[in-house]
């Protein structure tokens, strides 16, 4: 029967006389997109959905709703779906808005891995630093809730990493070694805090440090292209001559012995 529909419908598009005809037919498509989704024939559903989107981008926000509405029942379909209209964002590298679709769908299934996973990947790509530290925090907790301590571990590390200072991070690492069975949580976060601390300082540039003699060697070696350096003291001004300048020829000592005779 939804098979059927699916023709009529697509002849109803075929022959709509105007453009809120093939809308009101759009929408139809989308509500059968989502019967056949939550019917568990994903792939007919998003064939729907995607060929909506096709014929018209505006209803890329419908589509994501559809997402949004069947994830809490079907998680996964819900993604699938909502990923048409992401991908359509992401094609005009509209990161943030792709990023705000997927956290809607999260909103309704907080701990959805694979939704999480996709909108850190999203922060990442688009460089979106904000976003991408709190949607890493929901993805460690939601590791945590679905047992998978390791995940959350190498995520609560890489925040504690980031942002030494946030006690929530490090509070999350500590729950993290706990359940793993670390003997001595505090110690190893303080250990880890203390050498990133260390590391840091040492990232600093050092500063050169140069003696007198040092100064007064650099001074003579200075470079032929360098400016020389202004006198510490004014110098005294040189006394004007009168009359023309006088000039050295090899004949002046026979000639200085003639004037004094």
Not at 143 to 148: K, N, S, V
Not at 155 to 184: K, N, W, Y
Not at 210 to 217: A, E, G, I, L, V
Request: proline share 7%.
């Amino acid at each position: 029967r939804d098979a059927e529909a699916g023709e009529l419908l697509d002849r109803a598009g075929s022959l709509a006389p105007d453009e809120e005809a093939v809308r009101r037919v759009h929408d139809l498509m989308l509500m059968l997109a989502e019967a056949r989704l939550l019917a568990s024939s994903v792939d007919e559903g998003l064939a729907i959905a995607g060929r909506v989107l096709d014929e018209d981008a505006s209803r890329r926000d419908a589509i994501a709703a559809i997402g949004w509405n069947i994830a809490a029942r079907a998680p996964a379909a819900g993604l699938l779906v909502a990923e048409l209209a992401i991908r359509d964002l992401l094609a005009q590298h509209e990161w943030t808005a792709a990023a705000a679709m997927i956290q809607e769908l999260v909103a309704r299934v907080p701990n959805d891995v694979p939704a999480l996973m996709r909108l850190v990947e999203i922060c990442v790509d688009g460089e979106l630093e904000t976003m991408l530290d709190r949607a890493q925090a929901q993805l460690a907790d939601a590791y945590l809730t679905a047992g998978q301590v390791s995940e959350a571990r190498y995520i609560a590390e890489d925040l504690v990493a980031r942002h030494p200072a946030e006690a929530a991070h490090a509070e999350r690492l500590r729950r993290t070694l706990v359940l793993l069975g670390e003997p001595d949580p505090d110690a190893q976060i303080a250990g880890r805090l203390s050498a990133q601390s260390s590391l840091a300082d040492a990232d600093l540039p050092e500063q050169t440090l140069t003696s007198p003699s040092q100064d007064s060697q650099a001074v003579t070696d200075e470079s032929p292209f360098s400016t020389p350096s202004a006198p510490l003291e004014p110098q005294a001004e040189p006394v004007a001559s009168i009359g023309p300048p006088r000039v050295v020829t090899e004949h002046e000592p026979a000639e200085r012995q003639t004037r004094d005779n």
